[in-house]
């Protein structure tokens, strides 16, 4: 059963067009995330919007040299929505089905997202309200046909191959050399231990053995403690 999400995104402002046994074949290979929400999602790109800051909003017969330039000094904007947030099409020249797969906060540093020159007057974020909860991207171009369930198994294979052999990035060979290090000092341990009980066996094995051989370990061992008692066989 998939996990319920703990809340709405709200980007998406069309019903869902996707057939549930796409949306149910998504969540069954790809999972979900710590929100419960499925990691990978089959959206129509032309029903995907974001905030973002706004501007000035002009007749869309008006060519730009006519939009209050010396063609039209008197030209007006409809409205001018400059140090809004306003909600956009997130990809207003894309046309087709788009797979995307969530990406954790972490995708976004906030350095950039807070930085200056991409503040408002009033300090808000002109890309809008930082993804607490991550968010979803792009893995492919848009495609023209609602595809099918073995055509997103082909296309979640390639993405997966392309970031394993995607490890070369600073980061991810840092991580890598961190899971190594965990792994042969884990590995180191347990060999340790394994030695450790093998030479226990061996050292005490003549203490339980009735053979001529143990027998004389145990008198020589007995003799080296000061022992006189007979305790060979």
Known sequence: MANKPRFDRRDIILPDPVPKHLNRFLSQVGGHNPYGESMWRL?????????????????????LAERGGVLNPGARPLRDDYGKLVQRLKFPHADGWMLQV?????FYPRQQW????????DGTPKLGPYPENGDYECTHPPMVRLP???????????HWSALRARS??????????????????SRREKKLVADFVLEANDLTSYLRSNTLTAGKIRTKRAEKLGIREHVGN
Not at 43 to 63: H, P, Q, Y
Not at 114 to 121: C, D, G
Not at 171 to 180: E, G, I, K, P, S
Request: aromatic share 12%.
């Open 43 to 63: 959206v129509w790109a032309k029903s995907v919007v974001w905030m973002i800051a706004g501007g000035k909003v002009w007749d869309e017969n008006l060519t």
């Open 114 to 121: 807070f930085a200056h020159q991409h503040l408002m007057p």
């Open 168 to 185: 070369s990035s600073l980061d991810q060979r840092v991580l890598d050399t961190y899971n190594n290090c965990i792994y042969e000092e």
């Open 102 to 106: 969530w990406k954790s906060p972490a």
């Open 148 to 158: 099918s369930q073995h055509e997103l198994g082909c296309l979640l294979n390639a």
